[in-house]
């Protein structure tokens, strides 16, 4: 596999996995795009990809606006001459719970997130299409976006609604070539590092030590550099075949998602009156009810640490 001659945007690839995505492409041989809010740290992240022989280049911008959209695209165009692959990774937390989530908390993630993944793909879309060139769409999900999570309205609405337009735009897109889909990345980041459960795992990567088992293999949980090698493949020729998928990886596990199916279908003469649901709900419906949330397995004695003190 190679991406010689490509180019690529990666939106948020400052740091984190972000920069571990952009990193890979260059290293597969695909000239990238950098985008961050802080003009320092994507001139740092360019000057990694650089300094190892890679082909680099900067915007700094917020993802969201139409402006930023066409900036990123442009800035590929002129530099690289071309736009192959675009990877829409920017984001933003602003965890609380519904009855304490301002508006600006709610539009603040559903504008980076929701937004600019819609407006980033739109100009990159467009310009593939009028250029006839069968490009890569990449957007990251989360498993917050498949299976809900306490405090995450926000990230949850947006994480949701990017797999559901990527299953869109792969029927939109398909008569052009151009393939879209889902990565539902599960690693060690910024924004896993405040999660209790992953202390040891995430103490593990800061340090350089390989992570527990554990973490790896039983819960699918890994470093930034797990996830970088399908985002490669994704953008490359070899997966011409695949659009329209939400695909998990982590650690040392990789996952299919299922699109949304019914798992229970009745019917009944003459529809459904309040008097038959109250009669028949409980064990036609009732005994089927989906769960929600990410259910994990207990931390092993060895990997538990301490309460914080109040």
């Not at 596999?1 to 690529?8: E, P, Q, Y």
């Not at 600006?104 to 993630?109: A, L, M, S």
């Not at 990017?162 to 889902?182: F, H, K, P, S």
């Not at 075949?241 to 279908?265: C, F, K, M, N, Y």
Request: charged fraction near 20%.
């Amino acid at each position: 596999m190679s991406l010689n001659g490509k180019a690529a945007i990666v939106t948020g690839s400052g740091r984190g996995l972000g920069l571990a995505y952009a990193q890979e492409l260059a290293r597969q041989g695909a000239s990238v795009v950098i985008n961050d809010i802080d003009a320092a740290i994507a001139d740092s992240a360019v000057e990694s990809i650089r300094s190892t022989g890679g082909n680099a280049t900067a915007v700094a911008a917020p993802v969201g606006s139409a402006d930023t959209a066409q900036a990123l695209v442009d800035a590929a165009v002129s530099h690289f001459g071309r736009l192959d692959i675009l990877v829409t990774n920017a984001g933003v937390l602003r965890d609380t719970v519904l009855w304490k989530m301002s508006d600006d908390d709610f539009d603040t993630v559903i504008d980076v997130h929701l937004r600019g993944t819609f407006t980033t793909v739109r100009a990159a879309a467009s310009y593939m299409r009028e250029n006839e060139i069968a490009g890569r769409i990449i957007c990251i999900g989360s498993p917050t976006g498949q299976r809900g999570n306490f405090g995450q309205t926000n990230y949850a609405a947006a994480k949701a609604g990017i797999v559901g337009m990527v299953r869109t735009w792969a029927l939109e897109l398909r008569r052009a070539g151009i393939t879209a889909n889902a990565i539902i990345p599960v690693a060690a980041t910024a924004m896993t590092a405040t999660v209790p459960y992953f202390a040891a795992a995430v103490e593990a990567d800061a340090a350089g030590r390989p992570m527990p088992d554990f973490f790896r293999h039983d819960l699918g949980f890994g470093t930034a550099a797990d996830v970088s090698g399908l985002i490669a493949y994704l953008a490359s020729d070899d997966a011409a075949g695949v659009t329209g998928q939400a695909i998990g990886i982590g650690g040392d596990r990789i996952q299919l998602w299922s699109h949304p199916e019914p798992v229970v279908t009745e019917y009944r003469d003459g529809g459904w009156t309040t008097a038959a649901l109250e009669e028949l709900f409980p064990t036609l419906i009732g005994e089927r009810l989906q769960d929600v949330g990410e259910k994990f397995p207990p931390l092993p004695a060895e990997l538990q640490r301490p309460a914080p003190q109040a």
